[in-house]
């Protein structure tokens, strides 16, 4: 033995784990390529060797990136769900997904997904799966890409109560959102830039009617509230109605429109439980979620000792939602080596989620008044004679002769003071229109 | 049994575990409210019931908030640290701190502190005991508050590789500079205002001389890059230098100044290993950084894989950083429950720290220069001669008959081109003075 060698710490012998990758698409691929590439790392982090032994393709024959060893390659998923230590899925969709991750589960295996619409569909099956197997169950990669939201809510705001939760969660309607506001796009024309691009799915609707971010705001809430949330809770809107006109007068505002997934606790004389929704709504320039461009997510969470605290990142893409991937698989590795496990499901609050009617938000409300002394007075009597409380009101333009446009924004209110307002101001006679209701957020 | 009974779930017995809480100051204080007002969450979300047993006071006969039961204060502070499952360490400080924590968790406790000092100076011997006695070490809110960047840091990014850390991580520092900035004060009168608040300490030096924002910056350095980073490590410049002038320039070329607390991975021609440093720096106004104010904190961490990442929120005060605290303490008990540890101290990469010579950064020059025909490109051209790429030259204002004002941007340089540039710069006919060199993050 050389004095070289006596300097050097004794090598580790540590125990090697059999991973096994479903789908090499965009993020498998940087999956595959970066447990292969720093796999000292990944060693020295996890206290396992990550060996890949196989990686589940539908197709063989396709082109792969060369990151991805064709010697990997197998068309026999189940082989890799049954056979290794750590499972990582990553073919999205309900259907095979599902069969192969309760397949990976009962033999024992930890899984790593990023499959938000079977969470959001099937969330307590599989959680229920692995805690009957003993294993690991993660899934940081399902909402908001690189950025650890999950880990987040289930873990660092355990010692707290979360009020709120507040995120741009889909790129691809964020990207046709900041078309429409900086070129004066419409939608379709946005969209079919966004198509173009490879940023939208030639069939766009799981991202433009709200259905991806929907999926996202069920798990967001679930972990939240520690409440079962499914899909089918959250009140969807998606943007196809958004018009570049709309988002002109926004901006006139001084807002830029949004879509938002909202997670909200309501405990007040009017609702108990909990609010979920997806809805474009106008932000205010100044706030932080109004500067959130293009591919880029942001979760803000508002919790009642820690206050606002907020996430800001890439929220897709394959290196971005691969990292979000492999920080769930060196916890499941090291759960392997040294005990521990994942936080099961936790949903013993069991809160009851609230129809369209428990949202409270703020709003923009547009009218056409005549322009003649105390009309202003008048309508924001009606207002609050309803029960709605104004955060400011201006006459903010003239149109014809005698009108005059008045821009309301009211405090948080509920949806039947809301339209109670609206109704009030309808029958006020001096009120030409309601030209707009809009939500507001963030304010 | 009535049938109401029959429908309830079966009563959980859980287990119970002592907690000690040390210190009783303003974490302290919302640290014990949170736990006795909420006792049934925690339950819920840990497994088991946790029932504080004492609380360790210097004086007991001291005022006290009524949410901490007279009952539970001790001065034994030894007996508290010895007598728990769970130990929180609220003190501050490095003795008796360090003592008590050695003797809790050579106890068998499991132990959560916010002391940021400790653990940069004795961060590995508080490790080793943890591990030594298979405990858990947590320290959430020793950075950042309720931000939760030590869990980001160790554990989402574990499976990524970190290039930089730039944070805002002192809010005493970014209060006074927001002052200075906001209201033209000088930096003694911005002490004097935040002192008067309750925002400064009567000595202020921890906070203005940078001292606060290095131990954090270790912690920030040790965590991203594996490696054991001591406060001594960190080159430490802190704000009392900064004057009214210095921000009124910044701003006058769109940027606020902050103290930053910086990270970094070099690994290129000239330098291998990390920079660890806190001085303040120019910050453009776009960038989200010189967007946080006050008390706020936010980080900014870099991946390889993940990309940017950001995080946001209050950085100090008791109910923020109780929250902090409050997660550990759910995680510690939870691996009580259910099995599992905190992650040990992971320093594997070893990487050497650099010393100042090393940081890379941008900065800003501002020459006064003759204002004749082929200034601008002269200057110009001897900052490329030494290697020092520019990002932009303009030449902003008239002083005097014959004179111009120039301000260089560059891109990253290294100090000894930046040093090599300026030089030539004096050097050069035209160039009447060098005004200012100053440093610029984030752009």
């Known amino acids: ?14 125990p090697t784990l059999r991973v096994g990758v479903l789908g090499a698409g965009t993020v498998g691929t940087q999956v595959i390529r970066l447990l292969l590439e720093q796999a000292d790392d990944f060693a020295a982090r996890s206290g396992a ?7 589940a393709v539908r197709d063989l024959a396709a082109p792969r990136d060369p990151a991805v060893p064709r010697e990997l390659l197998t068309d026999d998923a189940t082989a890799v769900a049954t056979g290794n230590d750590l499972v990582i899925e990553l073919i999205g969709g309900i259907e ?38 003993g294993s690991d169950f993660y899934y940081e990669a399902a909402v908001a890409g690189a950025i650890p939201v999950v880990y987040a809510l289930r873990e660092s705001m355990a010692g707290d109560r979360v009020t709120s939760v507040l995120g741009i969660v889909n790129g691809t309607t964020n990207y046709i959102l900041d078309e429409m506001s900086t070129k004066g796009l419409s939608f379709e024309a946005a969209l079919a830039t966004a198509q173009e691009l ?27 509230f520690h409440t079962r949330v499914g899909i089918d809770d959250v009140q969807v809107e998606g ?6 006109e709309d988002i002109r007068e926004a901006r006139a505002s001084g807002c830029e429109i949004k879509l938002l997934a ?18 474009p709504a106008l932000v205010p320039v100044e706030h932080p979620l109004a500067s959130v461009h293009g591919a880029f997510n942001a979760v803000l969470i508002e919790a009642e000792a820690a206050g606002p605290l907020m996430f800001y990142g890439q929220g897709a893409g394959g290196a971005p939602t691969a990292s ?5 698989v060196v916890a499941a590795a090291s759960h392997r080596v040294d005990g521990g496990q994942a936080p099961r499901e936790s949903f013993y609050a069991d809160l009851p989620v609230l129809g369209p009617e428990a949202a409270v938000t703020r709003y923009q409300i547009q ?23 104004i955060d400011s009101v201006r006459q903010s333009a003239y149109v014809g002769a005698n009108d005059a446009i008045v821009t309301i924004v009211t405090h948080p209110a509920a949806v039947f003071h809301l339209e109670g307002a609206v109704a009030g101001l309808r029958a006020l006679e001096r009120v030409d229109d309601v030209v707009s209701v809009r939500r507001v957020e963030g304010l």
Do not use: W
């Open 1 to 14: 033995m050389t004095e070289h060698a006596l300097q050097d710490p004794p090598t580790q012998v540590r």
């Open 49 to 55: 060797r990550l060996e890949i032994t196989g990686v």
């Open 96 to 133: 095979p997904a599902r069969s192969l991750i309760l397949a990976a589960l009962s033999a024992g295996a930890s899984v790593i997904t990023g499959n938000k619409a079977l969470i959001a569909a099937h969330g307590p099956e599989l959680y229920a799966a692995a805690a009957a197997a």
């Open 198 to 224: 490879g940023y939208a799915e030639a069939d766009p609707t799981a991202d433009v009617d709200g259905l991806d971010a929907a999926a996202k705001a069920a798990i967001l809430a679930s972990l939240a």
């Open 239 to 244: 943007i196809r109605d958004v018009t570049a």
């Open 262 to 279: 909202i997670a909200q606790r309501r405990e007040d004389d009017h609702a108990s439980g909990i609010s979920v929704r997806v809805h």
């Open 324 to 328: 979000a991937v492999l920080s769930d």
């Open 367 to 389: 009218l056409r008044v005549d322009d003649q002394p105390g009309s202003l007075a008048a309508v924001a009597g009606v207002v609050a004679d309803n029960g709605v409380s």
